[in-house]
């Protein structure tokens, strides 16, 4: 049998002999069974699934199917016994219990009603494992310094806020949108318990399908998500793909082993469910890149080390694309893209026969699939330099689908200013005002 990766199928065989017989299953044993058992040769595909990860190759982000992002503004507040009382009892409560990493948006609570919504909403999360809150740094009630001290009071040092910020405008100094970037910049900076994650991060895969509006962060990737989506986050090591005639195999078992997890995960909510199985909606991080350039004796201002960089990041992308197309036609595509009426809209035109070759040329199995960091830009091996240098490499992740914030923490290695710099330059990545590197 061709390996496809350091410590292969025979081993991963070996491995899983030795879990069955030896020791209980663990997380990832679980995994493995629960995607391989949508295989027809079961064994086989246990197999490969299991040399991703005993390779270091693949792993994935937080719980799966328990990490989520919910809203709290859809709750009457003029009714707190009422309407925000049911959805604590209905959706909260069982999604803190799910035993994830649940972060809840509270952009349309106010502080000083906190009297009112913090008893039901501290009681819905007090069995949670881990939770943070976030907010809309232009719609919220609070700012992310209030909030902060709110989560402190309800969870204790575990509290930690996301702050959802779209592009700063470049107007005059002085004004409330100023006023609350620059207290965003300053007291992120200071405390790595908030964390600026910019806004309209997530684009869809395929044109032929429109784009949502995130109300709340997903905490297993830390992006802007659309509340109650049910999002499979997956981290593929970079130092990984070392051997250039197995990447594209490597990259189709990832995406393979998520697929097949998507319909088998026991998903906490209805609604997660139903969303899980409309949309398939998966984010595949790549972290330690700039691990890898440093490795390969690489500067940030080497000669095209941005065009390098980009090309690979795009052939990744190309190639989570083409499987997820192949999957399409073996096994459909998801749901919401709604291929029957795509090809009956186009029938009109072109005729029912060119209509299906057209879709088919273009559906995909997935909603979304590629989501790329710019912390994972910055290398956490040591190298000469300046640290900042490297923020002229991040538009290179402009291919990606989600603009995540997940990845090493590295404000402190740079300076207020810089903070900023890279603060800006991702929020255009993510609202699409930069694309290979230039803005506009």
């Not at 350039?293 to 992308?317: E, K, N």
């Not at 909603?367 to 290398?379: D, E, K, T, V």
Request: one cysteine or more.
């Amino acid at each position: 049998m061709i390996v496809s990766a350091p410590g292969g199928a025979g081993c991963a065989m070996f491995s899983r002999l030795m879990t069955n017989r030896l020791y209980p299953a663990t997380t990832d044993t679980t995994l493995i069974r629960q995607a391989a058992v949508a295989e027809a040769e079961a064994s086989y595909w246990e197999d490969r699934f299991a040399g991703l990860l005993d390779a270091g190759l693949l792993r994935f982000a937080g719980i799966p199917g328990r990490d989520m992002g919910l809203s709290a503004g859809r709750c009457t507040l003029s009714a707190p016994n009422g309407s925000l009382a049911f959805w604590c009892a209905q959706i909260l409560a069982p999604a803190a219990q799910g035993g994830g990493h649940l972060c809840l948006d509270l952009s349309a609570l106010d502080c000083t009603a906190a009297e009112r919504w913090q008893p039901p909403l501290q009681h819905a999360v007090s069995g949670a494992s881990a939770i943070s809150f976030s907010l809309g740094l232009g719609a919220a009630a609070m700012s992310a310094r209030e909030l902060l001290a709110t989560a402190g009071a309800m969870l204790g040092a575990r509290g930690k806020v996301a702050v959802r910020y779209p592009v700063p405008a470049d107007g005059p100094e002085g004004g409330p949108a100023g006023e609350r970037w620059a207290e965003l910049v300053q007291d992120s900076h200071a405390d790595m318990r908030i964390l600026p994650v910019p806004a309209s991060a997530v684009r869809p895969l395929t044109p032929l399908h429109t784009s949502e509006k995130g109300q709340c962060v997903m905490p297993a990737g830390w992006f802007d998500t659309r509340p109650a989506s049910a999002w499979l986050t997956a981290e593929l090591d970079a130092r990984q793909l070392r051997q250039p005639l197995t990447v594209r195999r490597q990259l189709a078992d990832c995406l393979r082993f998520a697929d097949n997890l998507i319909d088998t995960l026991d998903w906490p909510l209805p609604a997660l469910r139903l969303d899980a199985l409309l949309n398939r909606r998966v984010a595949v991080r790549i972290t330690h890149i700039g691990d890898v350039l440093v490795t390969a004796g690489l500067r940030p201002d080497s000669p095209c080390i941005f065009s390098r960089l980009q090309r690979w990041l795009q052939f990744v992308r190309n190639s989570f694309v083409h499987e997820s197309m192949l999957l399409a036609r073996r096994r459909g595509p998801f749901p919401e893209l709604c291929a029957g009426e795509l090809i009956n809209s186009l029938a009109v035109r072109y005729g029912v026969d060119d209509a299906r070759r057209l879709v088919r040329n273009r559906i995909l199995r997935h909603r979304h699939l590629l989501a790329l960091s710019p912390l994972s830009i910055f290398p956490q091996l040591p190298c000469a330099g300046r640290v900042s240098d490297w923020i002229g490499l991040v538009p290179a992740i402009a291919c990606a689908d989600a603009i995540s914030m997940a990845g090493p923490d590295v404000r402190a290695r740079l300076t207020v200013n810089d903070w900023e710099r890279l603060l800006r330059l991702t929020a255009a990545i993510a609202a699409g005002s930069v694309r290979a590197g230039a803005a506009g």
